[in-house]
């Protein structure tokens, strides 16, 4: 279960729901309450569910149990700092299982050093770092008596994940040098740690950004695998990798022109990985012997939160005409919705899938959303191109509705939507990805506008009623776009990336910023401002650290500056992704509000009628 997009108050509010996986019975909450519960996990017997709960102290979590009778759940701990993750204990007794749990959180006792101090050398490398925060910590609980203890001595290292071992042996845990993103991120470590006695043994280097640590088993013993980065470059898709006694993991997906999202143990057999593949998502099962991955079943749309137990799989699904709803089956389906989605009985725009080619004759994909009750011979129509993040992203074919602007929202206020999948993004394997490392802006560009050229030419878009608009690297491109040329009426710069030097010395992606924007900013839209021509809607997060608000500054001075129209709003509170629903309502408003004010259809003057 994921959590809220959204929030009506200061902390979200989310429910655990407990659903049969055949379909038999309607969904019902397990343990009502007005606070945020999260990471659900069962426990062996499938008799209780543990899970992340801040209902004793709104925003700090803790853990808790629940019967499948619902009811008050059982507080497991009282931690000051908080619970950040947690894992049941296989017992290899089952007959005396004790139902021991490892959580993750910091130390009690622990206390960052102040002043703070951070100490890097002239060539880069750290001599000191006390971390502004606290290291997690790995702890063992004994839910029957709620003792505690440490599990493993690993230093300074901030612990980031842990997955224990089906059978009871040992916990694999994924840690940092430091909690610090910068630099911690970037020195990762992987260890195998005995959960009777806390010894730890290193078990290589993992990849960059490492996370979704998977236990399995075949006739030669057990094996862990994870998603990471695939080296060598800080751009990129992710690939699965096994790890080994050794400092290189294996990479089980190189070569695959297609991008792992996700990865799950399917009670200690081989594991299953979803693969955004094009505008598709498959469920494909990795083979022990070839360490290759078969398909098993192909979904149009998203299948995401994938989860697997007794021969079922579960996952959060969304095709082009149904918005996010749990479907479960086998993994090869079929699969059963286990409620209604919402928004039934709406009438929304039709979605269409793109197939065309880029200026090198690139094969790209991508979305056409036309208003409701609207066809092609009805065209042209005035056309919003919403560009994605990332770019590490890719727009599915599924129901492409949400807070930010989005195909729907914009077409049923008479608006064609195109939702372009430039080279960068996820679907098409780790070349595809990589190639825009150091080269935004550049074919990535040209492939948008190839796009956009198909629809005018086909009749669809009017070119003279043509806009712009995306979020995080959506608003670098139409940033971008408006500084390269002055075919767009209208643009919208929703948390973009104007300068990529300042946004390296600035941001928290540091190192991967410089990698993807290059090391001389040529690629920055500040560089080209002097060309800007067309009205501009800037929206950006005050508390933003991914892409500072500073970003938005240098764009908001430069066009005031030159006396240009455009408008700058600054949500208070919000950081890269808004969270309050008043902010995320008045982001859909206005951006609607601002393309139809420059796109709205040419009105006849007296003589012509």
């Not at 089952?94 to 139902?99: C, F, L």
């Not at 080296?231 to 006694?245: C, K, S, T, Y």
């Not at 930010?404 to 993004?425: D, K």
């Not at 920055?524 to 950006?540: D, E, F, K, Q, Y």
Request: glycine share 12%.
């Amino acid at each position: 279960m994921n959590g809220p997009v959204g929030r009506a108050g200061k902390h979200p509010v989310s429910g655990l729901w407990l659903a049969p996986a055949d379909g038999g019975a309607p969904p019902r909450e397990l343990a009502p309450s007005d606070a945020e519960d999260h990471e659900p996990g069962w426990a062996p017997d499938s008799g209780s569910v543990l899970f992340l709960s801040d209902r004793a102290e709104r925003g700090t979590a803790q853990l808790y149990r629940v019967g499948l009778n619902g009811g008050d759940p059982e507080q497991l701990t009282d931690w000051a700092a908080g619970v950040h993750a947690h894992v049941r204990l296989p017992d290899p007794d089952a007959e005396r299982d004790r139902g021991l749990v490892v959580f993750v959180a910091p130390d009690q006792d622990h206390r960052p050093a102040d002043p703070r101090v951070r100490v890097v050398a002239a060539d880069g490398s750290r001599r000191s770092w006390d971390t502004i925060e606290q290291p997690d910590r790995l702890w063992l609980l004994d839910p029957r008596t709620r003792a505690v203890r440490a599990l493993g001595d690993f230093g300074e290292r901030h612990v980031v994940e842990v997955a224990a071992r089906p059978d009871g042996g040992a916990l694999a845990v994924l840690t940092w040098s430091v909690a610090d993103r910068e630099p911690g991120l970037f020195e990762p470590g992987l260890h195998l740690v005995d959960p009777a006695t806390g010894a730890l043994r290193a078990l290589g280097t993992p990849a960059l950004e490492a996370f979704s640590l998977t236990w399995w088993h075949d006739e030669t013993g057990w094996h862990l695998a994870y998603l990471g980065l695939t080296p060598p470059g800080l751009i990129g898709g992710r690939a699965v990798f096994e790890a080994g006694e050794g400092a290189e993991h294996r990479n089980l997906t190189a070569g695959m022109g297609i991008c792992p999202a996700q990865l799950v143990t399917t009670d200690g057999g081989p594991p299953l990985a979803s693969f955004a593949e094009g505008l598709d998502t498959t469920v494909r099962r990795l083979e022990p012997v070839t360490r290759t991955f078969t398909e098993l079943t192909r979904a149009q749309g998203t299948l995401q939160s994938l989860s697997a137990g007794g021969g079922r799989i579960a996952a959060v699904a969304s095709t082009a005409t149904e918005p996010h709803f749990v479907r479960a089956g086998p993994p090869a389906g079929p699969f059963t919705r286990l409620a209604e989605p919402p928004l039934s009985g709406i009438r929304f725009g039709t979605q269409e899938r793109l197939s065309y080619r880029a200026e090198d004759g690139l094969e790209l994909d991508g979305l056409l959303l036309l208003p409701p009750g609207k066809t092609r011979d009805d065209g042209p129509f005035p056309l919003v191109t919403l560009v994605h993040g990332g770019p590490d992203d890719r727009y599915a074919d599924r129901f492409q509705l949400n807070w930010y602007p989005s195909g729907q929202w914009l077409a049923t206020a008479g608006f064609a939507v195109f939702l372009p999948n430039p080279r960068g993004g996820w679907g098409r394997g780790h070349a595809f990805a990589v190639s825009v490392a150091g080269a935004v802006g550049g074919a990535e560009f040209t492939d948008i506008i190839a796009g956009i050229d198909r629809l005018v030419g086909d009749g669809v878009a009017d070119p003279r009623r043509l806009g712009i608009g995306g979020g995080s690297h959506g608003g670098f491109m139409a940033a971008w776009a408006v500084s390269q040329t002055d075919r767009f009426a209208a643009a919208l710069v929703f948390a973009g990336v104007i300068d990529w030097r300042v946004l390296a010395a600035t941001g928290e992606q540091t190192r991967f910023d410089t990698a993807l924007g290059g090391p001389d900013g040529s690629t920055s839209p500040i560089t080209h401002a002097h060309r800007i021509r067309t009205p501009v809607l800037i929206l950006h997060g005050e508390d933003d650290i991914n892409v500072p608000l500073s970003q938005a500054d240098l764009l908001h001075h430069v066009l005031r500056d030159r006396g240009l129209e455009h408008e700058y709003v600054v949500y208070p509170r919000e950081g890269h992704s808004f969270r309050e629903r008043g902010h995320q309502i008045d982001v859909l408003r206005r951006a609607r509000e601002w393309f139809s004010r420059w796109l709205a259809p040419e009105r006849p003057s007296e003589q012509d009628g």
